[in-house]
């Protein structure tokens, strides 16, 4: 079967005047235009092509690699807007539509927008939705404490920075919990900190290798791994410096040094603290 709006591997079938013609293995074809075509082919090579609906809503072939697919998130700029919508630039000759009902805002030339990318039941278009709530759920989370995820930075609150999780779920980093400059779009690797009653994730950032233990200390572990197993901090530090060094709070910082301190895995001294041999 062949996937719009997808990557799919397909056989050339024939080579024709408008182009090759690839195939799947359900007898289903597609036109890959000349301007795709690669130097060097021979009928029967398998080639990766991305499927969408050309300006004429026919199926259509091409290796250009767009900056979305079906079922993504992606942050995309407006390059013009109509009575119908608005026009993103994903990287391909037709542009994407973003359908008025679906913008979140009012979408403006020259703009950057998070959307979302779907087949439109009704149309069977590829169409654009800054609306990403919509398509996220935490009433069945597949995410636990601790566990390391994607995320995709979605848009500022009151209190933090919105998140989607494994472009599954919903998220919070809190401010307290931000030490790096962050803006919407950018994709990092995080760390659920904590799972709340009603399915709210509070959002942490960096990487967890040791599941056994919270997130902090795991980030302290890390550096006294990385500088041969001191740290010239203590509970006695400056924040400052606390922050410059681990990009966390003073707060979170004798929390986690306390867990560590209680498993044995380091010793705390009066010029810092070293990893216990």
């Known amino acids: 079967m062949i996937h719009l709006g997808e990557y799919n591997t397909l056989t050339i079938l024939r080579d024709t005047e408008p182009g090759l013609f690839l195939g799947d293995d ?25 499927v969408y609906l050309d300006n004429e809503e026919r199926i259509i072939a091409t290796t250009d690699k767009p900056y979305i697919k079906k079922g993504d998130f992606a942050l995309l700029r407006c390059n013009q807007t109509n009575e119908f919508g608005a026009f993103l630039d994903w990287g391909l000759v037709k542009e994407l539509f973003c359908p008025f009902k679906e913008q979140a805002f009012k979408m403006k030339k020259g703009g950057w927008y998070l959307v979302y990318c779907f087949e439109d039941e009704v149309s069977n278009r590829l169409v654009a939705s800054s609306k990403t709530n919509h398509f996220l759920s935490n009433k069945e989370l597949t995410v636990q404490a601790f566990d390391e995820v994607d995320l995709i930075v979605s848009h500022p609150s009151d209190i933090g920075m919105n998140v989607i999780v494994n472009k599954l779920h919903t998220g919070l980093i809190f401010k307290d919990d931000i030490f790096q400059d962050l803006s919407v779009g950018d994709r990092l690797k995080g760390i659920v900190k904590k799972v709340r009653p009603d399915n709210k994730l509070d959002i942490m950032l960096g990487k967890i290798g040791y599941r056994s233990i919270e997130p902090n200390a795991d980030l302290i572990m890390k550096e006294l791994e990385d500088n041969s197993g001191y740290l010239n901090l203590t509970d006695k530090s400056a924040p400052e410096a606390i922050k410059e060094t681990l990009q966390m709070s003073k707060k979170n910082f004798k929390k986690a040094v306390g867990t560590l301190y209680k498993k044995r895995l380091i010793e705390i001294k009066d010029d810092g603290i070293y990893l216990v041999e």
């Open 26 to 50: 359900e007898n289903n074809d597609v036109l890959l235009p000349n301007r795709y075509v690669p130097e060097v082919f021979e009928i029967g090579d398998e080639i990766e092509v991305f």
